[in-house]
């Protein structure tokens, strides 16, 4: 799997310090955007899917989007934070295709670039560390189009020290093998970058040389989802990003996505997410 640095769009969303004496609390946190946190003193604790993470100074911390986690801060605890989210473009998104390690040590050059993005960008800062102040279509929107009206020289400088810090993750990322089947793995590739198109099973399996039911049980075998599900996992995800960094329509993003039948995606968000596409662009957290 070959993954190009023009796959990779990062975005500045919020960046900024953050004080807590024991109220950093949240529970089952899940946004279609990437975290990245500078611990500079005290502790704390993420649960993620993988395990529970002690929070110390000096290192850095990445939390995937779409990765369902719970903070838990007992005493003091302080930490600069970056939320980055991708454009999303007909290509492949890179962080389909890495796994990026929770923690790794910073450096001094590290911390430095997070206080000069907060310097460049303190419009950008949270005024509350509660998720579901900032986690919410209105506040994404306003940070969005924040992030559009910057001067092209703190764009391109903001953009410049994201590629650094996620360079640090990026070099003891490990490439999610989805599958050991070349066959498969091609297919996957395929759905990633024609997610806004009608993916046809049958054209995916003659790719392979397989059949439809074949190709479908090797699929699954090698993933543990068919390929259905995965073409919808990744499809509605798309759509969850869609819908907190953009105003377009319910509907129209369903199309773009090449859902004909408007019903069914309301229905298949709301079974992968637990809400409507409406309620999970009005209020998520």
């Known amino acids: 799997m070959k993954t190009s640095i023009d796959q990779l769009h990062p975005l500045v969303l919020n960046v900024g310090l953050a ?11 899940n946004s279609p955007f990437m975290r990245l946190y500078y611990v500079t003193d005290g502790q704390a604790q993420i649960e993620l899917p993988t395990g529970t993470y002690l929070l110390k100074p000096n290192h850095m911390y990445c939390i995937p989007a779409f990765t369902s986690h719970s903070y838990i801060c007992n005493s003091y605890f302080c930490h600069y934070y970056l939320h980055i989210y991708e454009e999303h473009r007909q290509e492949s998104c890179f962080f389909d295709e890495w796994d990026m390690p929770v923690e790794i040590p910073g450096t001094e050059l590290d911390l430095y670039l997070f206080k000069r993005l907060c310097t460049i960008n303190p419009h950008m800062s949270l005024p509350k560390s509660d998720p579901t102040s900032y986690d919410n279509n209105p506040t994404l929107l306003q940070n969005v189009m924040k992030n559009k009206q910057r001067a092209l020289c703190d764009k391109i400088e903001s953009r410049g020290i994201v590629y650094q810090l996620l360079s640090h993750f990026v070099k003891r ?21 024609h997610l806004y198109e009608m993916i046809d099973l049958d054209a995916l399996a003659d790719d392979s040389c397989l059949s439809k039911e074949h190709f479908s049980r090797l699929f699954k075998h090698e993933t543990g989802v068919s390929p259905l599900q995965y073409i919808n996992q990744k499809k509605i995800e798309k759509a969850q990003l869609m819908l907190v960094t953009s105003n377009m329509p319910v509907k129209n993003i369903a199309s773009s996505l090449a859902f004909d039948n408007y019903s069914y995606f309301n229905r298949l968000f709301k079974k992968m997410t637990g809400v409507t596409p409406q309620e999970y662009r009005s209020s998520y957290h």
């Open 19 to 29: 004080i807590h004496n024991a109220d950093w609390n949240w529970k089952n946190v």
């Open 173 to 193: 990322a490990q490439e999610k093998i989805k599958s050991k089947d070349e066959r498969v793995r091609t297919a996957i590739t395929y759905i990633h970058n």
